[in-house]
């Protein structure tokens, strides 16, 4: 079975200050770890993928096998980066996303 | 650019009917995901198509069912509704099946449906 843990469902920053969303994950294979953002009254689209090893909009996520974690984190948040953000796995024997609980970020001015 | 589309957008129904939502690919996807997020939950996998075959089943209540048409698009049909049954749905599709694929993983997502059980 796989399973996608966000402890934080809300997390609120200042502007500027930075910003680390956790996210644990438990797969017996080899997963692909996603980050997926859904800004407000738009649809769920990818942020970034472990596989790529990429800096989008400043975020980063290290795939850490052996805490099982895949945080995202930017080291200066900005206003426009308020949206939902979701953890999701993939296993590598199937078809599916499984999504985290998601983490409401904030950032206020 | 084409993205997914979902009809309709959003659906009221009472206990015991029935309703379709329909899903459009983005053109040349050939694969397409049904979640279901309830009210401050995450997207829950319902079922998916590879092809006009089903390639995976997740937590799909035997109520509802699912085909992929030649036009590569998916309906999802709910019947006897429930009050439980009050969602987002969501239709993702995809250029190529994630099983066994390394470099793959981005789902494309609609705006989803909002079904409203009374």
């Known amino acids: 079975a796989q399973r996608v843990t966000q402890p934080e469902k809300l997390l609120s920053v200042f502007k500027g200050a930075p910003v680390e969303l956790k996210c644990n994950y438990s797969?017996?294979?080899?997963?692909?770890l996603f980050w997926y953002v859904q800004y407000s009254r738009q649809r769920l689209q990818l942020l970034l993928r472990?596989?790529s090893r990429e800096s989008i909009k400043g975020f980063t996520a290290d795939l850490n096998k052996g805490e099982t974690s895949f945080h995202l984190k930017k080291p200066f948040a900005q206003e426009e980066d308020s949206a939902m953000y979701y953890c999701?796995?993939?296993?590598?024997?199937?078809?599916?996303?499984?999504f985290g609980e998601g983490t409401q970020l904030t950032v206020n001015p | 650019a084409a993205g997914v589309i979902q009809s309709p957008r959003h659906l009221i129904k009472e206990k015991r009917e029935t309703a379709t939502l329909k899903c459009y690919p983005i053109?040349?996807?050939?694969?397409v995901y049904w979640y279901q997020q309830g009210p401050g939950q995450d997207p829950q996998f319902l079922i998916s198509?590879?092809?006009?075959?089903?390639?995976d089943k997740g937590s799909i209540p035997d109520r509802f069912s699912a085909q992929q048409f030649s036009d590569y698009h998916s309906e999802l049909n709910m019947s006897s509704l429930e009050l439980g049954d009050s969602a987002l749905y969501f239709c993702?599709?995809?250029?190529?099946?994630?099983?066994?694929?390394?470099?793959?993983?981005?789902?494309?997502f609609g705006e989803g449906s909002r079904l409203t059980v009374l």
């Open positions: 053109p040349r996807h050939d694969t």
């Open positions: 999701a796995l993939s296993g590598t024997s199937g078809s599916r996303l499984t």
């Open positions: 797969y017996s294979g080899s997963p692909e």
């Open positions: 472990h596989i």
């Open positions: 993702a599709s995809s250029p190529f099946p994630l099983i066994g694929r390394s470099n793959t993983g981005e789902l494309f």
């Open positions: 198509f590879y092809e006009k075959m089903q390639s």
